[in-house]
Nanobody, 126 residues
Framework: QVQVMDSGGDLVQAGESLRLSCTVS????????MGWFRQAQGLQRERISC????????YYNDSVRDRFVISRGIAKNTLYLQMNALKPEDTAMYYC???????????????????WGRGTQVTVSA
């Protein structure tokens, strides 16, 4: 049984940093494309960042490029999202997403997500 456990959300002030974590069990972590989505209240879920199954190619939404960094800890079966210079508009529920095996980030969309985390809330005050 696949389990996806995302964590690390918190209430922070603008300009501060957070690191989200996503631990995955029940599948061969290194074989899957993974990423992060977020959903602010009243808005649609949007894709934020992705890393391909090789770990060599990444995708970032323009709104977070140069502030967020996605990475994988293969030994710990954990996906990370380092979020720097946070802004109030980053406030949202963040979801870890497991995509297709052997896929690259061109396949990174909500329709292709196979497993979702329950979400972790990030709130950034002005």
């Amino acid at each position: 049984q696949v389990q996806v456990m995302d964590s690390g959300g918190d209430l922070v002030q603008a300009g501060e940093s957070l690191r989200l974590s996503c631990t995955v069990s029940g599948l061969r972590f290194r074989h899957y494309m993974m990423g992060w989505f977020r959903q602010a209240q009243g808005l649609q879920r949007e894709r934020i960042s992705c890393v391909d199954y090789r770990g060599s190619n990444t995708y970032y939404n323009d709104s977070v490029r140069d502030r967020f960094v996605i990475s994988r800890g293969i030994a710990k079966n954990t996906l990370y999202l380092q979020m720097n210079a946070l802004k109030p508009e980053d406030t949202a529920m963040y979801y870890c997403a497991v995509g297709n095996a052997y896929a690259d980030c061109s396949d990174f969309m909500s329709q292709s997500v196979n497993y979702w985390g329950r979400g972790t809330q990030v709130t950034v005050s002005a």
